[in-house]
Every structure is written in C-alpha cells, then in structure tokens.
T-cell receptor
C-alpha cells in the first residue's frame, strides 16, 4: 500500500525557519513533490525531488533521502502569508502516474 | 501566467442528480487529471487522461463517473447520480510533460455540495 505521513499542524514565528517533515512508504518511487495550499484554494507547486539531496528555490528548500523514505520542506524568513497547508506527494512509478498525497501539514505563522 | 480554469466554482445539487464539472486546461498541456478533496481530508486522485482516453483511474472513479474532452479545449467530469459522499472540492489539473515532472497546474476547484 501507499502511506505518506506528515505532522498535522505546526506553528512558527514570523521571520523564523521551519522544517516540515514527510515520510513515505510506497511500492515504487519516481519523484516527491511539495505543494502549498491556502484554505479554500487549489494546491500550487513548490518543489520536486527525484534524486537525494537538497533543492533550493528562494526561501524554500526541499530535501530527499530515498533510502530513508524521507523528505523535508524548509521555509526560511517566514512571512504571515506562508500560513497554509503544505502537502507532500509521491509518484510511485514512471509515466503518466498520478500523485499520492499526504494529509498535509497546516502551518500557522504568528507575529 | 497560464491558468487552468474550472466552472462552476460552487455547485449545489440534489442527491441522485447528474452534475458536469468543467475544466479548461492550459492550451499546450497534453495530460489531464481530476482530483478531489473532501473537507478536511487529503487530496485524492480520481482519473488521468491522455490522447483522448483514460490512462489510469482510482477505486473512487466507479461507473458513476466519466470524463470527456468534447472539443479541443474543455475537459469534463460527469457524475451520473450524485451521492451525499460525493460532496467535495473537485480539482482539475494539467501538465505539459508525461508524469508532470515539473508539477501539475491545478485549477481553482469546484466545490460540489450534494444535499
């Protein structure tokens, strides 16, 4: 079966750094995605990892360890607008394969 | 920036009625998807579509569901006889490349409420 685990909620302070973890157990692996979803809106693409290591994109970075079935999303210099749900999703094989999403982590950024 | 457009944004329907949710994917995208999200739950895959046929579908996508690309721009999801448990936000998504390596673009969703 497919299983993707993330913490349900996190709170962090404006200007700080927060790390959102994701662990996965899937039958195969062909990429891990992070999406941001504001309440009542569509998910928007943040990052994609298929090889081990860190991918940096501005204030956001994503890390992957395939051997550990583990990823994290790192958000730096937090802003109030970063308050949202962060969804970890895995594609378990190649081709036009759908994504399997975790339940998401609701991040609240406080002043 | 190109967008995936979904209509209507909100639909209320009576149990047992048919609904059609409409999507206009990004024009140069070739791969299309429907996902749904029941309130407070995770995003779930329904169906993927390429070259005018279904590529893959989930267990949720039973005989009550169908998809169609009636012309060169629209992509529709039909639910033949709605049930209360079909109430959810339905997202259309499209991607240019196979498997969406660079991430799908999701539409803003249709909130379906079955009463």
């Amino acid at each position: 079966g497919q299983n993707i685990d993330q913490p349900t909620e996190m709170t962090a302070t404006e200007g700080a750094i927060v790390q959102i973890n994701c662990t996965y157990q899937t039958s195969g692996f062909n990429g891990l995605f992070w999406y941001q979803q504001h309440a009542g809106e569509a998910p928007t693409f943040l990052s994609y990892n298929v090889l081990d290591g860190l991918e940096e994109k501005g204030r956001f970075s994503s890390f992957l360890s395939r051997s550990k079935g583990y990823s994290y999303l790192l958000l730096k210099e937090l802003q109030m607008k970063d308050s949202a749900s962060y969804l970890c999703a895995v594609r378990d094989h190649s081709g036009n394969t759908p994504l399997v999403f975790g339940k998401g982590t609701r991040l609240s950024v406080i002043a | 920036e190109p967008e995936v457009t979904q209509t209507p944004s909100h639909q209320v329907t009576q149990m047992g009625q048919e609904v059609i949710l409409r999507c206009v994917p990004i024009s140069n995208h070739l791969y299309f998807y429907w996902y749904r999200q029941i309130l407070g739950q995770k995003v779930e895959f329904l169906v993927s579509f390429y070259n005018n046929e279904i590529s893959e579908k989930s267990e949720i996508f039973d005989d009550q569901f169908s998809v169609e690309r009636p012309d060169g721009s629209n992509f529709t999801l039909k639910i033949r006889s709605t049930k209360l448990e079909d109430s959810a936000m339905y997202f259309c998504a499209s991607s240019e490349r196979q498997g969406g390596d660079y991430g799908y673009t999701f539409g803003s969703g249709t909130r379906l409420t079955v009463v």
